[in-house]
């Protein structure tokens, strides 16, 4: 492959003038308020402001920065924090209509050129940051949109060599057409760091875009950083990307949260270690792609990842919840469950896939999100777990627990049931305050005062009917 000393003068001229421009861009801010971060005591959770929190969300797309109407904007942001959300995804991606790419044409119009800024597309950008941050949203960043980098929208992306003036095909060795899926890992894009081919012509003009995403997102403390979509590339990659964003942040005297997603549906594969693994180059890990997984065994793997790291504990984030009545990968119902499994098997965050794969912001998707805001807040979060073992005259898939054994606990049922409870941690002489919660109204039914003593040790819990419902059992003050 041709390297960087075959590069026109017109191209060396360019690429010139870009970097004399990114030294002028200001510095970056290196005071902020409140930046989430790994909470110290409760690794398990994120911390913002000083205190834990549970992300879940949903959006109505997954680069709402892209919504060119700040009102329509506002209004999804507001909407998803009435109903308690404060968790999106925003992927960098420019390939639906009415998205804009964030390179600027040359003079002719016909061809981008990679050294001058699109001015729209960071605005938005910068714009997205500033609301979510006022409403206490955090955005979960994925810097490379995998899927703009194939098929028809590789075809006019910028950085295809077919559409930019800076560089050819027989210059960097870029393919300018990849019909392939994504997993086929076929555009050697993704290949350029020093770890794999060293593409110094091509990583100059990656690490500038890096960078000047990171010249407008620094600033902000809402921000967690996935370096791609569904990847099937090198290891390499992601890590080389990790580093320079940590690097960068570190210069400015900031801490910044890091992670990667791979494609496989699995996490068992080998594909994961390379975040499972690595601590170092990884903060925090999205286990999004279990939610392929269906009933128990969506709960169980989850649990087994949990355990994984129980050394290390670190977050576990789920950007992307899938499944829609709509869509292919499950149901409406495996939507809800998949949500309200990944709350009460002790996952950092959940947040509903857009339209499509997932239920977005809709209706349900709103009522789901603020009944387990509702229950949550109502729990001392951080001292529960996962507690399964609690539960009796148990089946697959009937119920799920979430407890601090002898305090409280929350029993989660995906479609009505009956279980038993243990509550041998509780004095025998004890009341208990048992209410429930229909998942999709998210209103309390009436709280009853229930003495353990008849029953002790087990409490025998029955939903009410068919559907979603919580129950919680808290002893009394």
């Not at 930046?35 to 109505?60: A, D, H, M």
């Not at 949109?145 to 075809?155: E, G, H, K, L, S």
């Not at 509903?352 to 979060?381: C, E, W, Y």
């Amino acid at each position: 492959m041709p390297n960087s000393g075959n590069e026109p003068s017109n191209m060396k001229k360019h690429l010139l003038s870009f970097v004399v421009a990114l030294a002028a861009i200001s510095p970056f801010s290196t005071i902020a308020a409140e930046r989430i971060q790994k909470s110290e005591r409760y690794p398990q959770y994120w911390e913002y402001g000083g205190k834990p929190i549970l992300l879940l969300g949903g959006s109505v797309e997954d680069n709402l920065f892209q919504i060119p109407d700040l009102i329509e904007l506002v209004e999804q942001l507001d909407l998803l924090k009435k109903a308690g959300g404060n968790y999106v995804r925003n992927t960098m991606s420019c390939r639906d209509e009415g998205n804009v790419w964030p390179f600027a044409k040359n003079e002719s119009g016909d061809k981008f050129d990679l050294a001058q800024w699109n001015p729209e597309y960071w605005n938005r950008f910068s714009r997205f940051l500033d609301e979510t941050e006022k409403r206490g949203i955090i955005v979960q960043i994925e810097v490379w949109a995998t899927f703009d980098f194939y098929r028809d929208i590789w075809a006019r992306n910028p950085f295809n060599p077919d559409n930019n003036i800076n560089y050819t095909a027989e210059e960097t060795g870029l393919p300018t057409k990849v019909d392939s899926h994504p997993t086929k890992a076929e555009n050697n894009f993704f290949w350029s760091v020093p770890g794999e081919r060293n593409q110094e012509n091509v990583l100059t003009w990656q690490q500038a875009f890096a960078d000047k995403l990171l010249s407008i997102s620094l600033p902000h403390g809402n921000v967690l950083y996935c370096m791609d979509n569904e990847t099937s590339v090198t290891p390499e990659w992601g890590w080389f990307w990790s580093r320079h964003i940590r690097a960068a942040a570190q210069k400015q005297g900031l801490h910044v949260e890091t992670t990667e997603m791979w494609d496989p549906w699995d996490l068992a594969d080998r594909m994961h270690d390379a975040t499972f693994d690595h601590r170092d180059i990884y903060s925090f890990v999205d286990v999004s792609q279990n939610n392929h997984q269906k009933g128990q065994a969506h709960w169980d793997n989850a649990q087994k990842q949990r355990a994984r790291i129980a050394e290390a504990v670190r977050p576990l984030n789920n950007v992307k919840i899938y499944g829609a009545d709509s869509g292919r990968y499950g149901s409406d119902r495996d939507g809800i469950e998949r949500f309200c499994r990944n709350v009460f098997g002790g996952m950092a965050s959940a947040r509903f896939h857009r339209p499509d794969s997932g239920l977005g912001l809709n209706l349900k998707a709103q009522a789901v999100i603020q009944s387990m805001r509702v229950v949550t807040d109502a729990m001392d979060l951080v001292a529960c777990a996962p507690y399964n073992d609690l539960l009796g005259e148990r089946d697959g898939n009937e119920a799920y627990c979430f407890a601090n054994p002898g305090t409280e606990a929350a029993v989660f049922f995906p479609d009505g049931g009956s279980v038993t409870l243990d509550v041998s941690k509780f004095d025998e002489d004890e009341t208990v305050e048992v209410r429930w919660l229909p998942v999709l109204d998210s209103e309390w039914k009436p709280m009853r005062s229930i003495s353990l003593e008849p029953v002790h040790p087990q409490l025998e819990l029955t939903a009410p009917g068919k559907g979603y419902w919580v129950v919680l059992v808290q002893g009394k003050d």
